[in-house]
C-alpha cells in the first residue's frame, strides 16, 4: 500500500550506511590475516611439507607467516609474478610469505608518515634519515623493533655479512633499529655535461670552477639555449656546490640537508659546527651566484620553473644538469637514448679537496615496525633478500630470462622483452648488497672503474652513528627552514632583490632572528657526547 | 537536588520532544550519524595542536606542551603578514567572486537565445575541472620571459618583455584573476538555481506595472538572491584563514620573490614544515586558522540576526 | 527559465548586449586553456619542453594516447570506479540531505537551531589527517574498500543548509493544508515538497556528483589495489611529480625514464574530465521548474 512505499527511501538510507559499515567491516578480515597473527591460523595449501615441527635458527616457523612489505614505487604488470616466485622459495624455507603495499612516489611525503603515525600493522619498510619522517626519528619515538639481539639470534648470517662499521651507523642510543644496506655508491653532487660539446669548444675536462664557467660561456655564445636550465630546486645543488669546494667543509647534522644546512670545518673538527652564511666565503659565493645569474646561465625566471634541468637535457634544452653522481650513473642510458651523441661527463665538486663520502647503509635501511606480528620471520626474510643470490636477483632483477639475462657478467633485457607483459619491478634498493650485484647495460660504464678510483680516496663520514634528536629545536628548525626557502633559495640563484651583499646581510641576520645559535649550541651540546667511530 | 531536578526535566522535554517528532529525528538521523561518526568521533584529534606528538605513544599520551607548537608562527615575525595576506585573498575571493557570479547568473538569465545559454553553461564550468597543477603550467607559459605567451605578444607590438615572476606587485591581480577564472562556472550556479526558481509570474505582474528589465533585477532578482549570498558569504568566512594552498602553491611555488605578496597561512606552513615531519605543529596552525573563523562567524551571524534573522545561521 | 516578458525596451536591449558580450568572453576565456590542453595532448615531448604548449603543434603526435590507451584496461576500471562511487555517493546523499533539509525547516521541530550548529561547527574545526586515517583504518575498516571514497563525502555541510536555504522558499501555507488533510511528516516530505524541490535537488546532486568525479584524496589514502583506483587519482599520479626529484636528492633509486611526460599528463587531464561535462547540460533543464510553485497559491 502507499504506507509502505513512502517508508522506502527512510529504509534505504539507514541500511545504506549501515551496510557500507558491514561491507568495510568484511575487507578487514584481508587487513587482520595479513600480518598474519600467530593465532589467525594454520597454514593454507595442501603443498607445504611438514613444516609443522621446524624451527629455524631457535624460531618456530610451524605457523605461517604473511609478511606485509611497504615499498616505494607502484605495482608493474609482471610484479605478481615475481613476487609468486619469491613467496615459493620463502615458504620452503621460513614459512612466510610477502604481501607487497606500495607507496607511489608523488603520495610519500604524506603516506610513509602516515603509514607510522596511524599504527597500521605492517611487517617491514624502507626508512632513510632523509625521509619524509627520518629513520632516527622513528627509532626514537619507538616505531621500529630494536633488531639489536635478535640480530644474533635469528640472522646471524646477516649480521656477520655487514661489517660493524654499517651496523654502527644505524646505532640510535647504542641499539639498532634497521638493517642498512651494503651497497657501495658515492652520492657527490656533481654537474652533468654534454661532452660532444665540450669537444666543440676545444676543451679537455671539466675538472674545475673555473673550467665550468669557460664551458658555460660557450654555450652561452654558441648554443641556443641555456648551461643549466634547471629549477629553484638547483638553489641547493648550487650550495651544495660551496660547500663541496670549499676548503675542507663537511655537511654537519642539525638542519635538514636538502637546505641550506650546518657544515663542520673539517672531518677533524667535527664536534664544532657552524653555518657558512657566517663566513666570507659565502659572501663571495653569493656575489658569484648573482654574475652568474645576470650572465644567463640560467632562466631568468627559474624560480617558477616547472621542468627540471635533467628533463631538459633529454630534450636537447639544456647543457647540463646538476644532481648526484649516482643518478647521473644511473641515468646514462636514458640520457643517451634522448640524446645519443651528448654522452655526458661529470664534474664531482668534491673531488679536488679529497671530500668523496662513503655513503652511509643506514641512508637506504630496511625496518621493522613495532606492530609487526612477525618480527623474527621479517628478519629473516630480509637475511634471505640480502645474503641469497637467487632471492637477490628475484626481488632486485626479476624472473631470469624474463626481466633480464646476464651477458658477460652484465645484466641486459632480454630480446623477447615486452613492456607491457613482462614490466615491473621491486624498488628495493635498500636491500643492495654490492656482492651480488649486477652491473647493468643502462649504467654508465665508467661506474665500477669510477668507484674503485674513488673507493680509494674517499674518506668516511665523521657523523656516521650519530643521530641527532631535533626535539628542543623544532620551532628554530622551521623558522630556519622559512629563511631558507625564501632569502636562502634566492642568494644561491642569484635571485635577490637587493645587492647581493646586503642581501647576504639580511640573510645573517634574519637566521639570528629563527635561532640559528640555540640550534647549534643544541647540535654540539649533542656531539659532546658522541665519539667518532673509525 | 534543583540541578537534578532541572535535568531531569530537560532529559524529559527531549524524550517527549523525540516521540512527539519521532519521525523528523528518524530523517534527520542519517545526516546526524554520518556528522558524529566521521566528523565529532574525530575532533578531539585536534588536542594533538597540543603536544609533542610522538609515534607510539598516539595523540592523548603524547607529552602536553602547551603553546609551544605555535611559537614557529610567532617566531620569525611572519604571522602578522601571511594572516593579512591570507585574509585579503579570501576576502577578495568571497566578495568579489560572489558579486561576479551573481552578476553572471543575471546576465546568463536576462539573455534569450536558448543554446547560447546552455553552451555558455558548460563552457564556463570547464576550469573548474582543470587542475591547478595544470593551470600552474599553463600561467608559466603565458608569464615566463622568454618564451612566454604575454612576453611573445609584448615583442610582436614593439615593447618590452616584462619579468612577471620577478614582480610581486602584480601577482596579486593574477591570482585572484585566476581564481576567478576557475570558480565562477562552479558558483554561479547556485545563484542560477535560486534564480530559476522565482516565479515568472511575479516577473509579469511587475511587468505589468511598468517596471523595466534593470528595475525588475535591481528589485526582484536582487532581493531573492540576498539570502543565498548571505549564506555562502558566512560559510566563506568560516574558512577565512584557510584554503586555496593548490592555486598558491602551483602559481607562486618556489619563487619566493613574489612571497611578500602572496605567501598565504597554508603555503608558509607547508615550507615551514617540509624538513622535519611534525604533525603537531601543523595542527596547531589549523587549530589558529579554525578558532579564527569561528570567531568572525559568530560576531558575522550575530549581526546577521540583527538585521536579517531568516538568513542567519544559527 | 526565460525573462522575455513582453517588448524591449532600449536599455533592455542594452543589457541583454551588455550580457552576451561579457559572456562571450569570458567563455572563450575558460574554453582556450582547454583546448590548449587537448591540442597539446597531441604534441611530441621533446616539443613540449622546448617551445611550451602551442595551439597547432609542429608535429602532431598521438602517442601520448596511445601509451595510455593501451593500458586501458586500468583506465577503464578507473572510470568504472569513478561512475559507481558517483552513482551511488549522489544519490544516497541527495536522499540524506533532503531529509535533513526538510527537518532543518520545520518550525515546529524544536531542536532545528541546536542540529544546524552541530552540522556547522564541522566545517569550523576538524580532527586533522592522522585521527580520521586511524578512524577510517582501524575502527571503520574502510581500508581498500570503495566505500572510503563514498562516505566521507556522502553529506556534506555546505550542501546541507543550501538545501535549507532553497526548502525556505516553499511557503508554510503547504504544511499547514497537508496536516490538515492528515498527511504524516514523512508523506508530506515526499509528495509535496520533493516534487518541488526538483531544482535544488538538480543542484545538489550536480554539486555532489561533480564531488564524487573529482574525488582521489581519499583514493590515494585508502585505496591499496590497483583496480580500485578512482579516474582523478590516476591523474593526479600522472601530473603531480613535483616531489620526484627531492626523493632523488635522499637517494631514492627511480627510473625517471618511466615517469609520464608532459604530453601523457595532459592527455590524462582530457580524458579525465570528458564526461561529466555531459552531465551538467542534463541537470540544466531542471533549473526551470519554478513554474510549479506557483501553482499552490491560494
Known amino acids: ?534 | ?314 | 527559465m526565460n525573462n522575455t516578458v513582453g517588448k524591449e525596451d532600449a536599455g533592455s536591449l542594452f543589457i541583454k548586449a551588455i550580457s552576451y558580450l561579457c559572456l562571450a568572453i569570458f567563455a572563450l576565456a575558460c574554453l582556450f586553456p582547454f583546448v590548449l590542453m587537448i591540442s597539446s595532448s597531441f604534441m611530441r615531448e621533446d616539443e613540449i619542453i622546448r617551445e611550451g604548449y602551442k595551439l597547432i603543434p609542429n608535429h602532431f603526435s598521438a602517442k601520448a594516447y596511445e601509451l595510455l590507451l593501451n593500458n586501458s584496461q586500468a583506465l577503464y576500471k578507473a572510470y568504472g570506479v569513478t561512475i559507481f562511487i558517483t552513482v551511488v555517493g549522489t544519490v544516497s546523499g541527495l536522499i540524506m540531505m533532503s531529509m535533513a533539509g526538510f527537518v532543518l525547516n520545520r518550525k515546529d521541530f524544536k531542536y532545528r537551531n541546536f542540529f544546524s550548529f552541530l552540522i556547522y561547527f564541522t566545517t569550523l574545526f576538524a580532527g586533522g589527517l592522522i585521527p580520521s586515517y586511524i578512524l577510517m583504518v582501524k575502527y571503520l575498516h574502510l581500508k581498500d574498500s570503495l566505500f572510503a571514497m563514498i562516505l566521507p563525502g556522502v553529506v556534506g555541510a555546505w550542501s546541507i543548509f543550501l538545501m535549507r536555504n532553497f526548502m525556505k522558499a516553499i511557503p508554510d501555507s503547504l504544511y499547514e493544508s497537508a496536516t490538515i488533510d492528515g498527511a504524516g511528516d514523512f508523506r508530506i516530505y515526499w509528495q509535496i515538497f520533493m516534487p518541488l524541490a526538483v531544482p535544488s535537488l538538480a543542484t545538489i546532486g550536480l554539486f555532489s556528483a561533480l564531488g564524487f568525479w573529482n574525488e582521489w584524496y581519499n583514493g590515494m589514502l585508502y585505496i591499496q589495489s590497483p583496480d580500485k583506483y578512482p579516474l582523478q587519482y590516476f591523474l593526479q599520479r600522472m601530473i603531480n611529480q613535483t616531489n620526484i626529484q627531492a626523493l632523488i636528492n635522499q637517494g631514492a633509486v627511480i627510473n625517471t625514464a618511466d615517469l609520464p611526460s608532459q604530453s601523457i599528463k595532459m592527455a590524462t587531464a582530457v580524458l579525465a574530465t570528458g564526461p561529466i561535462i555531459l552531465l551538467y547540460p542534463f541537470a540544466q533543464r531542471y533549473f526551470v521548474s519554478g513554474l510549479t510553485i506557483g501553482a499552490v497559491k491560494g
Request: glycine share 8%; proline share 4%; with cysteine.
Open chain 1, 1 to 534: 500500500m502507499k504506507g509502505n512505499k513512502m517508508k522506502y527511501p527512510l529504509i534505504l538510507s539507514s541500511v545504506m550506511l549501515l551496510g557500507s559499515l558491514l561491507a568495510g567491516c568484511s575487507s578487514s578480515k584481508e587487513e587482520n590475516t595479513s600480518s598474519g597473527s600467530a593465532a589467525a591460523g594454520s597454514s593454507s595449501a595442501s603443498g607445504s611439507p611438514a613444516a609443522s615441527d621446524k624451527t629455524v635458527n631457535g624460531v618456530d616457523i610451524s605457523k605461517e607467516a604473511k609478511l606485509v612489505y611497504y615499498l616505494w614505487g607502484s605495482a608493474g604488470v609482471a610484479n605478481k609474478d615475481i613476487l609468486a616466485k619469491i613467496n615459493e622459495k620463502l615458504k620452503k624455507d621460513i614459512n612466510a610469505t610477502i604481501e607487497v603495499k606500495y607507496i607511489d612516489w608523488p603520495d610519500v611525503a604524506t603516506k610513509y608518515p602516515l603509514l607510522f603515525a596511524s599504527g597500521e600493522k605492517f611487517d617491514m619498510s624502507h626508512a632513510s634519515p632523509g625521509a619524509a619522517v627520518s629513520y632516527f626519528s622513528l627509532a626514537n619515538q619507538g616505531a621500529l623493533v630494536d633488531i639489536t639481539d635478535m640480530l644474533d639470534k635469528v640472522a646471524p648470517k646477516l649480521k656477520a655479512e655487514i661489517p660493524e662499521q654499517t651496523w654502527a651507523g644505524a646505532k640510535v642510543n647504542g641499539k639498532i633499529y634497521g638493517v642498512p644496506s651494503l651497497y657501495s655508491e658515492f652520492t657527490p653532487t656533481g654537474f652533468a655535461y654534454r661532452s660532444d660539446l665540450l669537444k666543440k669548444y676545444g676543451m679537455e675536462k671539466i675538472s674545475s670552477i673555473a673550467d665550468m664557467e669557460k664551458y658555460m660561456d660557450n654555450v652561452l655564445a654558441n648554443e641556443s639555449y641555456p648551461p643549466i636550465n634547471g629549477n629553484a630546486n638547483d638553489a641547493f645543488n648550487m650550495y651544495k656546490m660551496l660547500v663541496d669546494t670549499t676548503d675542507m667543509w663537511i655537511n654537519a647534522p642539525g638542519i635538514s640537508l636538502t637546505e641550506l644546512n650546518l657544515v663542520t670545518k673539517s672531518p677533524e673538527d667535527y664536534k664544532k659546527v657552524f653555518h657558512p652564511a657566517f663566513t666570507q666565503e659565502f659572501e663571495d659565493w653569493a656575489v658569484k651566484m648573482r654574475q652568474w645569474a645576470d650572465k644567463g646561465y640560467w632562466p631568468k625566471d627559474i624560480l617558477s620553473s616547472q621542468v627540471d634541468a635533467g628533463t631538459n637535457f633529454r630534450a636537447a634544452n639544456s647543457a647540463g644538469y646538476l644532481t648526484h653522481a649516482q643518478d647521473w650513473i644511473g641515468k646514462y642510458g636514458t640520457d643517451m637514448k634522448a640524446q645519443p651523441e651528448s654522452d655526458p661527463f661529470f664534474y664531482t665538486f668534491a673531488e679536488a679537496n679529497h671530500k668523496i663520502k662513503r655513503k652511509l647503509g643506514v641512508e637506504n635501511s630496511t625496518v621493522i615496525s613495532t606492530n609487526s606480528a612477525n618480527p623474527e620471520r621479517a628478519l629473516m626474510a630480509i637475511e634471505k633478500f640480502m645474503t641469497d643470490p637467487e632471492y637477490y636477483n628475484l626481488i632486485q632483477y626479476g624472473i631470469e630470462g624474463r626481466q633480464y639475462v646476464i651477458e658477460n657478467g652484465v645484466k641486459k633485457t632480454p630480446a623477447g622483452f615486452d613492456d607491457k607483459k613482462d614490466g615491473g619491478g621491486f624498488a628495493a634498493w635498500s636491500l643492495r648488497n654490492d656482492k651480488y650485484n649486477l652491473p647493468m647495460d643502462t649504467e654508465n660504464p665508467i661506474r665500477n672503474s669510477l668507484y674503485e678510483e674513488w673507493n680509494k680516496v674517499a674518506i668516511n663520514d665523521p657523523y656516521m652513528g650519530f643521530s641527532f634528536d631535533p626535539k628542543n629545536v623544532t620551532t628554530e628548525i622551521a623558522s630556519i627552514s622559512n629563511v631558507n626557502q625564501q632569502l636562502g633559495m634566492q642568494l644561491m640563484l642569484g635571485k635577490t632583490t637587493k645587492d647581493p651583499k646586503e642581501a647576504v646581510a639580511e640573510y645573517r641576520k634574519q637566521l639570528k632572528a629563527a635561532g640559528i645559535d640555540k640550534v647549534i649550541a643544541e647540535v654540539e651540546a649533542q656531539l659532546a657526547n658522541f665519539d667518532k667511530i673509525g
Open chain 2, 1 to 314: 537536588m534543583h540541578l537534578v531536578s532541572r535535568l531531569k526535566l530537560h532529559c524529559g522535554n527531549v524524550l517527549r520532544e523525540l516521540v512527539k517528532n519521532k519521525i523528523l529525528f528518524l530523517m534527520l538521523s542519517p545526516v546526524i550519524l554520518y556528522f558524529v561518526i566521521f566528523h565529532y568521533l574525530v575532533m578531539p584529534g585536534a588536542y594533538v595542536a597540543f603536544v609533542d606528538f610522538n609515534i607510539s605513544k598516539g595523540i592523548f599520551a603524547s607529552k602536553f606542551v602547551g603553546l609551544d607548537n605555535f611559537e614557529f608562527l610567532v617566531k620569525n615575525g611572519d604571522l602578522w603578514n601571511i594572516t593579512k595576506n591570507t585574509l585579503l585573498y579570501n576576502f577578495a575571493f568571497l566578495a568579489l567572486g560572489n558579486v561576479i557570479q551573481i552578476v553572471f547568473a543575471i546576465m546568463l538569465y536576462e539573455i534569450s537565445s536558448k543554446w547560447f545559454k546552455k553552451i555558455s553553461q558548460s563552457v564556463l564550468l570547464l576550469p573548474h575541472f582543470i587542475s591547478m597543477v595544470i593551470v600552474g603550467v599553463f600561467a608559466y607559459n603565458m608569464f615566463n620571459f622568454k618564451t612566454g605567451f604575454i612576453n611573445t605578444m609584448l615583442v610582436s607590438l614593439g615593447l618590452d618583455r616584462y619579468e612577471f615572476y620577478s614582480d610581486p606587485g602584480i601577482w596579486k591581480y593574477i591570482i585572484v584573476a585566476f581564481k576567478i577564472w576557475s570558480a565562477t562556472g562552479y558558483g554561479m550556479i547556485v545563484y542560477l538555481a535560486t534564480i530559476a526558481g522565482i516565479n515568472n509570474d511575479l516577473y509579469e505582474a511587475a511587468y505589468m506595472d511598468g517596471a523595466s528589465r534593470s528595475q525588475r533585477i535591481r528589485y526582484m532578482t536582487l532581493p531573492m538572491l540576498k539570502p543565498t549570498f548571505i549564506l555562502l558569504l558566512l560559510f566563506g568566512l568560516g574558512g577565512i584563514l584557510k584554503g586555496s594552498f593548490d592555486l598558491f602553491y602551483n602559481l607562486i611555488g618556489t619563487n619566493s620573490v613574489l612571497y611578500p605578496q602572496t605567501d598565504i597561512i597554508d603555503t608558509y606552513v607547508f615550507r615551514s614544515l617540509v624538513g622535519q615531519f611534525n604533525f603537531s605543529m601543523g595542527a596547531a596552525v589549523g587549530f589558529y586558522q579554525s578558532l579564527f573563523g569561528l570567531i568572525l562567524v559568530f560576531t558575522v551571524n550575530l549581526i546577521v540576526r540583527k538585521i536579517e534573522p531568516d538568513s542567519a545561521l544559527f
